[in-house]
């Protein structure tokens, strides 16, 4: 048995019923057959984001877990690990959606644009996928990006990991706006047309959404990123 294991992703339980699964009182399970037949994989999804999978042998009625060691080699064992992984990748994909953002004020921050703007953060960057953007409907244009770094690369004295916000803000408000306290230069960004926040608790929640407000109008036009 194999427990799952969700990197940046979580169970859209949705799309579990569309991927195979059957609900049950105990969770989800799936199975499928691998191997003409020799094999049956289970997967039984048993809560927020936990998973399970078990690979049955079925000529004895016994769990197989050669492919689970590193170290087991042979072809035939090469092909079942092949096979299993393929399944696992396919849940993975199909049944999951990105869960980069950790802290209560990034997820604030996505439930308030899902909710008035309808969009959705866009991971663009396969290497960097704590990394997501904001971006409108009409114009396509970014109004928000969501970012992961440490702290000192904002100037802090730290490398401990912080969540920030970049969001566009008119250039002759910049200076008076960014103090490097609770703003910040537009990190990765044009500085003359964006600044960051850093989702610590610095600037509060309705603040913020003030911010990603202003920041979606200015977008309505194309702007340097």
Same mark, same amino acid.
């Given at each position: 048995?194999?427990? +799952?294991?969700?990197?940046?992703?979580?169970?859209?339980?949705?799309?579990?019923?569309?991927? &195979?699964?059957?609900?049950?009182?105990?969770?989800?399970?799936?199975?499928?057959? !691998?191997?003409?037949?020799?094999?049956?994989?289970?997967?039984?999804?048993?809560?927020?984001?936990? %998973?399970?999978?078990?690979?049955?042998?079925? %000529?004895?009625? @016994? @769990?197989?877990?050669?492919?689970?060691?590193? /170290?087991?080699?042979?072809?035939?064992? &090469?092909?079942? *690990?092949?096979?299993?992984?393929?399944?696992?990748?396919?849940? !993975?994909?199909?049944?999951?959606?990105?869960?980069a953002f950790g802290s209560g004020q990034a997820?604030?921050? +996505?439930?308030?644009?899902?909710?008035?703007?309808?969009? /959705?953060?866009?991971? !663009?960057? @396969?290497?960097? $996928?704590?990394?997501?953007?904001?971006?409108?409907?009409?114009?396509?244009?970014?109004?928000? %990006? !969501?970012? #992961?770094? $440490?702290?000192?690369? =904002?100037?802090?004295?730290?490398?401990?990991?912080?969540? +920030? =916000?970049?969001?566009?803000? $008119?250039? @002759?408000?910049?200076?008076?706006?960014?103090?490097?306290?609770?703003?910040?230069?537009?990190?990765?960004?044009?500085?003359?047309?964006?600044?960051?926040?850093? =989702?610590? &608790? #610095?600037?509060?929640?309705?603040?913020?959404?003030?911010? +990603?407000?202003?920041?979606? *109008?200015?977008?309505?036009?194309?702007?340097?990123?």
């Amino acid at each position: 048995m194999e427990e +799952i294991s969700f990197h940046h992703k979580k169970i859209d339980t949705e799309k579990l019923l569309l991927f &195979g699964f059957t609900a049950s009182d105990a969770g989800y399970l799936y199975k499928t057959d !691998l191997l003409n037949g020799q094999f049956e994989l289970q997967l039984s999804v048993t809560g927020e984001n936990k %998973a399970v999978a078990r690979l049955m042998e079925k %000529a004895f009625g @016994e @769990e197989y877990t050669l492919h689970l060691i590193a /170290d087991a080699a042979g072809a035939f064992v &090469g092909s079942v *690990r092949k096979a299993y992984q393929a399944v696992i990748a396919d849940f !993975l994909s199909s049944c999951c959606e990105p869960d980069a953002f950790g802290s209560g004020q990034a997820r604030l921050v +996505i439930g308030y644009v899902k909710d008035v703007y309808g969009d /959705d953060p866009e991971y !663009l960057w @396969e290497k960097f $996928p704590q990394n997501a953007v904001f971006r409108r409907k009409d114009t396509k244009s970014w109004y928000g %990006a !969501l970012l #992961s770094l $440490p702290r000192r690369k =904002l100037g802090f004295d730290s490398d401990a990991p912080a969540e +920030i =916000l970049d969001l566009r803000l $008119p250039p @002759e408000r910049m200076a008076e706006t960014v103090d490097g306290l609770r703003y910040f230069p537009g990190y990765h960004m044009n500085k003359k047309n964006w600044f960051t926040i850093v =989702l610590d &608790g #610095s600037v509060d929640a309705e603040e913020i959404f003030s911010h +990603i407000d202003e920041s979606y *109008r200015l977008a309505a036009k194309k702007a340097k990123k």
